[in-house]
């Protein structure tokens, strides 16, 4: 049993701050609804009704539990360690990113907010809260970069048919991290009925505890599949990282297994060594942005610098502080793979297993098979499968030089 | 009496105005602000990502960017300010992330260097004063905070709790230039922040005309415009000083004249 003062999981503390970084670095105005926000969900959290409604959900809305998959035949091609996953892209709209949202809606209905905004890049966590917004009957805007819009136009128009407004952001570079300033933009505005759906584990506190709380699902059901299944733990788990809430979902129950590692891998877009990536741990540095202290892509004066990948889900210059503590830390390990390895992994594992997967998890995909071949056949590798790749086929075969 | 302090002592209630550093030819700028009659300069850092901004300095600071302006260059602004103006109030208005870049300390000294009198930081919230707070105020720049229609009774002390120079009232929620708040709600709300605090009170966000300054000017001790000013520098580009000496001094004329001390 570990010591509650030596756990990993014990953070933040009751400023927000995860070691030095976190916080709330807010507009005044916001300020105020933060600490109401936090309020609320300590008592939610205590609330047995709520964690009840949010598992109901989870179970026959969601289809949670997802699968723990042993990955046969992309273990044989790879040989060396067995590769097993945990399947979340098999949720309702095909991505982890809908467990956060469903604990958020509550949440806003619990608090008495009548309207829903949210950032999306990829368009996952767009749809993720379209979605709950239709179940719940909730209007919704969604702040989305112009370029991404255009990128990824079968999810605008999923969120459209879920009944949302989808509105085109083009301030700025016109991507995530413009969406997410439009957003608290509209936050700031309204006040009084809004509530901002956060899609991954940053932005001012309360939110990266509340969005790595609502993922862990991830992690314990993963925990608790290994060990009646095995009856052992895995010897490293492995998840892509944009903002890194799936990441966080599956690693953070575990983070007190002394035996259990953990990869996190970035995506290095065209390469580490110039600027055009999106690995804000690897080739960023420490600072201020989106209410958040952690990790950014900056130059020397601090102005925010636009990062790549070929996954728009990861392209955002920022990471969640919790990640930077771990970083900092030594918890967690953190690499980077490249479009190219992504886009390899993304075919082999099409080919090996019969999964599509997206452009996100297979960067953990490319991590896993650089490392696998390195262990031995009696280890065992768990990667987060967090989303399935309907969304990215127009992009792969772009790359791929395919006309659709 | 330090420069700030003397300019909320004058006989009349304070003019505050703002454009953005390295937008247009930013030394004329703040000089025709000066000539036609304001008493605190606001000079805003720009910043990639400023989420508290609306159209207007969102696209000063993307202006500004664009022409490569820096931190340096920044500091150069002030320095000159300083030396042309030495009894005007200089103060910067931004972000953390330029703010803390180098270390707070560094910011600070700098700051003092350059003859800055305060700072502004938007989403810096008392809540996380250490990561320029003391710094600050360890070098004599005044951290100025915001308060807003939902800083409430509870939450007020802690805004004033380290907090000088001025208190900034942010009289609506939302960005900058965008919507004016109901004159009642301005009146209501320094009455609430007079009667807490011996700091003066400075009222911003969607003051556009004289009009609108010299209600605000009848109970508050000062008034900032920013975004209308910021908007005859993308109008007028380099030959904005004429244009932005002229509506200050409409508004200095309507500021002063509304109320005597």
């Known amino acids: 049993m570990t010591d509650l003062k030596n756990s990993f999981r014990n953070q933040p503390d009751e400023r927000g701050h995860f070691g030095d970084y976190g916080g709330r670095y807010v507009a005044e105005t916001l300020m105020p609804l933060v600490l109401d926000l936090e309020r609320e969900y300590r008592t939610a959290q205590a609330d047995p009704a709520f964690q009840a409604q949010f598992d109901d959900l989870l179970e026959h809305y969601v289809g949670r539990p997802s699968p723990l998959y042993f990955a046969e035949r992309l273990t044989e091609a790879l040989g060396g360690a067995q590769v097993w996953f945990k399947r979340d892209e098999l949720n309702h709209t095909g991505a982890h990113k809908i467990n956060n949202c469903i604990g958020q809606i509550l949440l806003a209905m619990r608090m008495g907010k009548t309207r829903i905004i949210a950032e999306t890049g990829a368009g996952q966590h767009g749809v993720a809260t379209a979605t709950v917004c239709a179940r719940f009957g909730l209007p919704c805007v969604i702040y989305m970069g112009a370029e991404d819009v255009k990128r990824q136009s079968p999810n605008v128009f999923r969120m459209k048919l879920l009944g949302a407004q989808v509105v085109p952001v083009t301030s700025g570079a016109a991507t995530l991290k413009d969406a997410m300033n439009e957003g608290l933009r509209d936050w700031v505005a309204n006040v009084h009925d809004t509530f901002y759906i956060i899609g991954t584990a940053a932005g001012p506190h309360p939110y990266p505890e509340m969005v790595r709380d609502f993922q862990s699902v991830i992690g314990r059901e993963a925990r608790a599949q290994m060990l009646s299944r095995i009856n052992r733990l895995p010897d490293i788990l492995v998840a892509a990282i944009g903002g890194g809430s799936n990441a966080l979902g599956l690693f953070h129950p575990f983070l007190d297994d002394p035996a259990v590692k953990m990869l996190g891998v970035e995506a290095a877009g065209y390469g580490l060594d110039g600027d055009q990536h999106a690995a804000s741990l690897l080739g960023g540095f420490p600072g201020v942005l989106h209410g958040n202290k952690t990790y950014l892509l900056q130059d020397d004066d601090g102005q925010i610098t636009e990062g790549h990948s070929i996954s728009a889900g990861l392209d955002y210059p920022g990471i969640g502080p919790e990640h930077a503590w771990l970083k900092d830390m030594g918890r967690v390990e953190y690499t980077a793979v490249t479009d190219e390895e992504a886009l390899d992994a993304f075919q082999l594992l099409c080919r090996t297993e019969g999964i599509i997967p997206a452009l996100e998890p297979a960067h953990a995909i490319a991590a896993v098979a650089k490392i696998a071949k390195d262990m031995p056949s009696d280890s065992i590798i768990l990667a987060n499968l967090c989303g399935r790749g309907d969304k990215d086929i127009f992009t792969v075969a772009e790359r791929l030089g395919v006309e659709l | ?261």
């Open chain 2, 1 to 261: 009496m330090n420069r700030l302090a003397a300019a909320f002592a004058k006989p009349h209630p304070a003019l505050v105005c703002f454009v953005t550093a390295g937008d247009g030819d930013t030394a004329a700028n703040l000089d025709a602000l000066v000539a036609g009659g304001a008493d605190v300069i606001e000079l805003g850092m720009p910043f990639t990502d400023p989420m508290a901004d609306g159209p207007a300095i969102q696209e000063a600071n993307i202006r500004s960017l664009a022409k490569g302006t820096t931190t340096a260059d920044i500091f150069a602004i002030a320095t000159g300010f300083r030396a042309r103006h030495p009894d005007v109030p200089l103060v910067l208005m931004g972000y953390a992330n330029p703010m803390v870049r180098r270390g707070p300390q560094w910011f600070a000294d700098q700051c003092n260097a350059a003859g800055v009198d305060g700072v502004i930081c938007v989403d810096i919230p008392p809540e996380e004063d250490d990561a320029l707070g003391p710094q600050l105020r360890a070098a004599g720049v005044a951290p100025i905070r915001l308060a807003t229609p939902t800083t409430d009774a509870k939450r007020l002390p802690a805004v004033l709790q380290g907090s000088g120079g001025f208190v900034y009232y942010v009289s609506v929620a939302g960005i900058t230039g965008l919507q004016q708040a109901a004159q009642a709600s301005i009146d209501e709300a320094v009455a609430r922040l007079k009667s807490a605090t011996d700091l003066p009170i400075a009222v911003g966000f969607g003051v556009r005309t004289p009009d609108q300054a010299s209600a605000i000017a009848r109970v508050a001790d000062g008034v900032v415009v920013g975004s209308a000013l910021v908007e005859l520098v993308a109008k007028h580009g380099e030959d904005a000083p004429l244009a932005l000496r002229t509506l200050t001094a409409a508004l200095a004329d309507a500021v002063h004249a509304a109320r005597k001390d």
